[in-house]
């Protein structure tokens, strides 16, 4: 059973930054794609980073320069800095995981299966 748990959110400043944390477990597959999504409330959920099997990322427009995905193998987790952080970051953030098809390294978003219950980020200006 693939699981996936978020940490880190909280109330900031703007400008102010935060670390998520996620950790993943349940699966012993090499190729996996994970990504960071948000929610925020009257808004369609949308990706934020997601980083493909073979270690390529991609962020959202709106978070350019300032956020960063990475990977710790070793230990099974993914982070999110959060850097510049702005009130329009304010959201439910969720981790989730996916198993892309063979012969690819990137997955579609409905290809997301696993999701964590998100951790809430909150930036006041």
Do not use: H
Not at 21 to 32: E, H, I, L, P, R
Not at 38 to 67: H, M, N
Request: one cysteine or more.
């Amino acid at each position: 059973q693939v699981q996936v748990v978020e940490s880190g959110g909280g109330s900031v400043q703007a400008g102010g930054s935060l670390r998520l944390s996620c950790a993943a477990s349940g699966y012993t597959y090499s190729s996996v794609c994970m990504g960071w999504f948000r929610q925020a409330p009257g808004k369609e959920r949308e990706g934020v980073a997601t980083i493909d099997s073979d270690g390529s990322t991609a962020y959202a427009d709106s978070v350019k320069g300032r956020f960063t995905i990475s990977p710790d193998n070793a230990k099974n987790t993914l982070y999110l800095q959060m850097n510049s952080l702005e009130p329009e970051d304010t959201a439910m953030y969720y981790c989730a995981a996916g198993f892309p098809p063979y012969g690819r390294s990137w997955c579609r978003q409905y290809e997301y299966q696993y999701w964590g219950q998100g951790t809430q980020v909150t930036v006041s200006s």
